[in-house]
């Protein structure tokens, strides 16, 4: 496995850019077509104490276009004593969506206790997750030490780039096949389903079949191949905490209480009375994963000072 070090704030990280499954950047299918293109860096890995020789190495990374750039480092990033390593991941690209975009996610941290982050599940309608998620990524970036030690987060920007491109409206909604993927995972999956109390501003499906989308099934792919312990799913607006399961499982309940116990979102959520199917957190919690969405609370506001409590509250929080 090949490292690449730098530092950030006075701390010295490793980046890994390795090919295992665990943190591949290639984990979905070719993309349709042409990706954008990558950044190479380059930097010194004399600083890494198991590594004696100074030596160039390469990585090809594929930063977000909101989030840090890697094309700041230099080789004087390198020059300090060896300390503590911390770890972060250039983004792993772990699928495609429809339109081909890629779809990325953030690693931090080196902890066997994995949690993670998902943001832009209904792509622009609800951008303010993915300003949110881009703020987290370069808080993270710049403060690796708020990472517990024991702790590893994966930040998923956008699950529906192709929404996120679109518009930032209700038709930013659905993915590039009309299907609203929090409708697409294989638990509780319906074709149809009631629409009073449900988004109704454009007209949406739950897919062919469940886990029918390529941005559904890189997401699971993803969440299979890693020992992930609990979710966080950020949507809009304004609804509350809503624990996973149906009913929701003691493990989500208590996450959802640890989070309301330090934020100002309703918990319980506030109930339109939608029947919801084919939900994230719902497929999450069947497979023993303490899931929630946190709703924030407008469409355009990231509620990022809150969000990095309920972050840290999510981190710290113990099964």
Not at 185 to 205: K, L, S
Request: with cysteine.
């Amino acid at each position: 496995m090949a490292f690449i070090a730098t530092i950030v704030t006075g701390r010295r990280i490793a980046l890994n850019t390795g090919r295992n499954l665990s943190d591949s950047d290639t984990l979905g299918t070719s993309p349709p077509r042409q990706s954008v293109p990558l950044k190479t860096i380059f930097t010194q890995r004399s600083t890494v104490s198991s590594l004696s020789n100074t030596a160039r190495l390469s990585a090809t990374l594929s930063p977000s276009p909101k989030s840090i750039s890697f094309s700041h480092l230099t080789a004087a990033h390198t020059q300090i004593p060896a300390t503590d390593i911390l770890w972060i991941s250039p983004p792993l690209r772990i699928g495609y969506s429809v339109a081909g975009r890629p779809i990325e996610v953030y690693r931090f941290g080196i902890g066997k206790t994995e949690r993670m982050i998902v943001a832009g599940v209904h792509g622009g309608y609800e951008w303010n997750t993915i300003a949110l998620a881009d703020e987290l990524i370069n808080y993270f970036w710049a403060h690796p030490e708020a990472i517990p030690i024991n702790t590893r987060l994966y930040i998923l920007r956008a699950l529906n780039p192709d929404g996120e491109i679109r518009s930032h409206s209700f038709d930013g909604r659905a993915n590039d096949n009309g299907v609203d993927i929090n409708r697409n995972f294989p638990t509780y999956w319906q074709a149809t389903w009631p629409r009073e109390g449900c988004w109704d501003q454009r007209p949406i499906t739950a897919g062919e079949f469940a886990a029918s989308e390529p941005e559904t099934m890189a997401l699971i792919n993803f969440i299979e191949a890693h020992p992930i312990d609990a979710l966080l799913s950020y949507h809009s607006a304004a609804l509350g905490i809503f624990p996973g399961g149906r009913p929701p499982d003691a493990a989500s309940i208590d996450l959802a209480e640890t989070i309301a116990a330090v934020s100002s979102y309703p918990y319980p959520p506030i109930d339109l009375g939608c029947l919801m199917t084919g939900q994230m957190a719902d497929w999450a919690s069947i497979n023993d994963i303490a899931a929630v969405d946190v709703e924030l609370s407008n469409h355009k506001d990231t509620d990022f000072e809150q969000n990095l409590v309920i972050i840290s509250a999510f981190l710290n929080w113990q099964r």
